[in-house]
């Protein structure tokens, strides 16, 4: 069993629609849990980061943290045609520099 | 000035060459990190260097060298590579070691070896 599972898609939806991207893991010693955008051939970009459980909200994109479930999620409200990238979910134990990445799920949104 | 820079962009080389990527940051960051990424693939750690000490080595083969002359500049040397080394290098850096926060990527060297 990997350590961090994504689904790689492709997901399309229509613009406007709520995006919902998920991932699990294994590892309870995990703290922070990040998402990532990548475009093509670009590097990735930090998108939120959330200690421990909870929710966090940034204009329209939310992350959730289930710690009890091992189960993270990112919502992208009213998504728009330049949302169309890779997004990756990480992952991170307290003070630990190794940082373990979903295998990311591409996403388009289309006009 | 919140960036990664990284050189060259693209590299082509021999499985006899050495070259050099390299990786700089002026944002104060104390961590720096090279990664691995294949096409359609998730980044793959292969270095961290933290306070310019070398704390995580991925058990990466001895042909990639990295090396941290400052804590702005992060380089990965390359000496007698196989194709299938061919990816996208991507230098990171974070604000404090082991903490995520304004963590920043590089856009990578897209790297062939033939």
């Known amino acids: 069993q990997k350590e961090v599972e994504q689904d790689p898609g492709p997901l399309s939806v229509p613009e406007g629609a709520i995006v919902s991207l998920n991932c699990t893991y294994s590892?309870?010693?995990?703290?922070?849990f990040m998402w990532y955008r990548q475009y093509s051939r670009k590097g990735p970009e930090l998108l939120m980061y959330?200690?421990?459980?909870g929710n966090k909200e940034d204009g329209r994109f939310t992350a959730q943290v289930d710690k009890s479930s091992k189960y993270i999620s990112l919502f992208i409200r009213d998504s728009q045609p330049s949302d169309s990238a890779t997004y990756l979910c990480?992952?991170?134990?307290?003070?630990?520099?190794?940082?373990?990445f979903g295998a990311g799920t591409r996403l388009t949104v289309k006009p | 000035d919140t960036e990664v820079t990284q050189t060259p962009k693209h590299l082509v080389m021999g499985m006899t060459n050495k070259k050099s990527l390299k990786c700089e940051q002026h944002m104060g960051h104390r961590a720096m990190y090279w990664y691995k990424q294949k096409a359609k693939k998730p980044p793959e750690l292969m270095f961290v260097y933290s306070y310019e000490k070398l704390s995580i080595n991925e058990s990466v083969p001895s042909r990639f060298s990295p090396e941290c002359p400052n804590s702005s500049l992060l380089n990965l040397h390359l000496h007698a590579l196989q194709p299938e080394d061919s990816a996208l290098y991507l230098c990171a850096s974070s604000v404090r070691p082991g903490q995520p926060d304004e963590q920043y990527f590089g856009p990578g060297t897209r790297l062939t070896v033939t």
């Open positions: 959330t200690y421990s459980s």
């Open positions: 590892n309870s010693a995990f703290q922070y």
């Open positions: 990480a992952m991170m134990r307290l003070n630990n520099n190794d940082m373990r």
